[in-house]
């Protein structure tokens, strides 16, 4: 199971720091790629940062420098850091566990989904 928590309402200009735990018998998010997308309504789920079981990091255009994808592979948590949050961030943010160590940006590719924390960001 995953688990997201620190979704909140932020002026634009703020930051949030997202975490996903994961958990279940025997689970480890070790080897896998760990991945954050976002969802609007009407409008077809996101990537927004991948981080492979290596550790190799990937960000969609629209927030690189600005978040920050990390694990913890001893606590089998992942963070997502987000700042000089735009209005445009706004969305429900996902976390998604890969079943292999490479990432890929489809989330077809992903077999485990937290149910979502909700970021929104005002002008």
């Known amino acids: 199971q995953l688990a997201e928590s620190g979704g909140d309402s932020v002026q634009a200009g703020g930051s949030l720091r997202l975490s996903c735990a994961a958990s279940g018998n025997r689970y480890t998010m070790r080897p896998y790629c760990m991945g954050w997308f976002r969802q609007v309504p009407a409008k077809e789920r996101e990537a927004v940062a991948r981080i492979a079981g290596f550790g190799g990091m990937t960000y969609a255009d629209s927030v690189k420098g600005r978040f920050t994808i990390s694990r913890d592979n001893v606590n089998d948590t992942l963070y997502l850091q987000m700042n000089n949050l735009k209005p445009e961030d706004t969305a429900m943010y996902y976390c998604?566990?890969?079943?292999?160590?490479?990432?890929?940006?489809?989330?077809?590719?992903?077999?485990?989904w937290g149910q979502g924390t909700q970021v929104t960001v005002s002008s």
């Open positions: 998604a566990a890969g079943t292999t160590s490479d990432c890929s940006p489809s989330p077809d590719e992903y077999n485990y």
